[in-house]
């Protein structure tokens, strides 16, 4: 059986490494804060490592999931990074969202030393990571995310090579560009439904069996309307997200011209104090204006 590493145990990454764990793969994990690598050690089968670098000795493919370009770059060639102990062969499997620039330079660096990089960013939130029922759009070299798939079918209930590196993250732009709209229509949706005095529930019921339906209508209309929003994927990670959309717009001058404003809206949700509340708040921004 595989080794498999695991490095970030954050809201995505600890329920991801729990399924290879559970899958019977040889596991090996680390995370900045020693106390979450201890208590993911209480529930699953695995080894607890002190540095990216240790981990790398022992496996063949290497997960990882942080937060942005800085901390991939400070995981795989920082001090004590996975670059200094990796075993020639060995595929890395990055799940952090990051500009594609990113992707192409880790993977170029990786080449060189007969190791393989796949931009493999996810798209499924929290619940979907829990579930094992992520969705995953891959870059870089086709046989190595070949090789990988009997790993990202422990938590992915779809994936999907998209080409050459740097293409996983080009789709996920793709796919941050359309779920903004969605949650700025439904936001202001669920918003007018009040206004004008329907009953919400009944309202859901009807249209979600209609053309307008969605993943977030289904699972993000109700606690709009109770004003519910501390779960799920943060304001903050999408602010993230959509200013990688817009650097990368900006580059090849493309027009997402309603992906920044509402890149913009969610500005205005962090001034509110909401960078921790999940994306689907946008409707708090609209009935404050009201």
């Not at 995370?31 to 209480?42: A, H």
């Not at 937060?67 to 799940?95: N, R, Y």
């Not at 689907?280 to 009201?290: A, D, F, G, N, Y």
Request: aromatic share 8%; hydrophobic share 35%.
């Amino acid at each position: 059986m595989d080794k498999v590493g695991f490095i970030g145990l954050g809201v995505m990454g600890y329920p991801m490494s729990s399924h290879i764990s559970k899958s019977g793969f040889q596991t090996y994990i680390f995370n900045r804060t020693s106390s979450i690598s201890s208590k993911w050690k209480d529930s699953f089968h695995g080894s607890i490592c002190t540095s990216p670098k240790e981990v790398t000795k022992y496996v063949d493919f290497l997960c990882l999931c942080v937060s942005k370009d800085e901390d991939v770059k400070e995981v795989l060639c920082g001090k004590d990074g996975a670059i200094e102990g990796i075993k020639p062969g060995t595929t890395i499997i990055d799940h952090t969202t990051t500009s594609a620039s990113l992707a192409r330079e880790m993977h170029e660096i990786f080449e060189e030393i007969n190791c393989h990089y796949l931009d493999a960013p996810v798209s499924g939130g929290q619940a979907g990571a829990e579930n094992g029922s992520l969705t995953i759009m891959a870059g870089g070299n086709e046989e190595a995310y070949k090789r990988s798939k009997k790993v990202l079918s422990t938590y992915s209930k779809f994936s999907k090579y998209m080409g050459e590196a740097g293409n996983g993250q080009l789709t996920k732009m793709v796919n941050q560009i359309a779920i903004a709209s969605l949650i700025q229509g439904l936001a202001e949706s669920v918003n007018f439904s009040e206004e004008v005095g329907l009953d919400s529930k009944d309202v859901l019921q009807v249209i979600s069996k209609g053309a307008a339906q969605s993943w977030q209508m289904d699972n993000r209309w109700e606690t709009m309307a109770r004003d519910e929003f501390d779960f799920g994927f943060a304001v903050d990670l999408m602010r993230k997200d959509l200013d990688i959309v817009e650097s990368e717009a900006k580059k090849l001058n493309v027009n997402i011209e309603t992906t920044k404003l509402i890149n913009n809206f969610y500005k205005e949700l962090q001034k509110m104090g909401g960078g921790g509340w999940d994306t689907s708040s946008l409707v708090k921004r609209i009935r404050k204006k009201i």
